[in-house]
């Protein structure tokens, strides 16, 4: 079976190496995208245990469309019963770049056009669009007029995990946070620390890697493979209870978040106790410059993503925000490596440490970096007791 796993802008890798462990056999990394093979399992494992696919494709018919009548015929050739059966609804996602058609939307509803008038010819009625929540989503990309026409095995885009119940302003999508945590090489049992953790997404996505929690197992309905006339339902249960089997109920590693406000260490607390994580990452409500790493613990790890301040007339404000996270680091710190993702560079140079590794990612349309820190060893000023007392949760 042919897939094609898409991601984020430089996660490519950290996504192939998870695919990899999966037991897939990569064929091409290409930008925001891995294309790979392997069974059905496979496709189901890559469901439930990718954490940094945003989707996962399986494409099915490609041609080449130079104009609207092209598109039309070709659509319309395909035997779309196989892919779409009586009663149940579709929705086409398109992407179109390079190309003689101007318009995604359009594409979509010209594709949508020609299955639907297949349908009704066949058989005398037309299947239902359902945008939201269809039974069957096509995928369609159009790269220079050359198309790829895939079925989307989760139907939605896996970053939703399920397990968010509160937000702050600009949180973290799922798939981006545990990126930033595998691209920190992460060990898994060494203390992570996030000290302006926001709704605790970075934690959260460390805490199920720790723990060996599978992401897809939080997701609520079906995935869209589900309605594939080929689904194994046997196979599926059993790739679950597999997966649910995996966990580790200890903790495996010392996880704590702060942050200023009450209100988002509350909800933050929230999400971390919808994930099952409760028992394994401690929050407390600190002001970034406050920040200590657990008592007995001379080396670990820092991952956070601070404030980027894009209103006007922020930049003196972020400045000094930056300079409070540097001092922390250099004060509070030593010993540790720091990873700190931003998208505000100018803002960053007041962090005060040399950076030792620049990693080019998007938060979104916001063009960041993940900055990594090597905090040496020197005087060290002694961890504040208490840091376990005020855990909430």
Known sequence: MYLTATTQFGLEEVLAEELSQLGATIDHVGSRAVEFTGDKKLLYNTILW???AMRLLRPFADFYARDERA????VYRIDWSRYIAAGQTFAITAVVNKSSFEHSLYVAQLTKDAIVD???????ERPSIDTKNPDIRIHLRMLENDVILSLDAAGDSLHRRGYRR????????EVLAAGLVLLSGWDRKSPLLDPLCGSATILTEAGLLAQRIAPGLFHQGKFGFENWPDFDAALWQQVREEAAAQRLEEPQAYLAGSDLDPKVIRDAAAN???AGLDEC???SVRDVRDAQPPQGQASGLIITNPPYGERIGEEAQMSALYKTIGDALKTNFQGYEAFVFTGNLEAAKSIGLKVSRRIPLFNGPIDCRLLKY???R???????AGWRADRLG
């Open 50 to 52: 990718s954490r940094t």
């Open 71 to 74: 598109l039309y015929d070709e």
């Open 118 to 124: 297949q349908f009704r010819e066949r058989t005398g």
């Open 166 to 173: 509160g937000t702050n302003e600009a949180p973290l999508n």
């Open 272 to 274: 971390i106790e919808a």
């Open 281 to 283: 990452i401690r929050l």
């Open 374 to 376: 090597e905090l040496y």
């Open 378 to 384: 020197g005087s060290r000023r002694p961890p504040v």
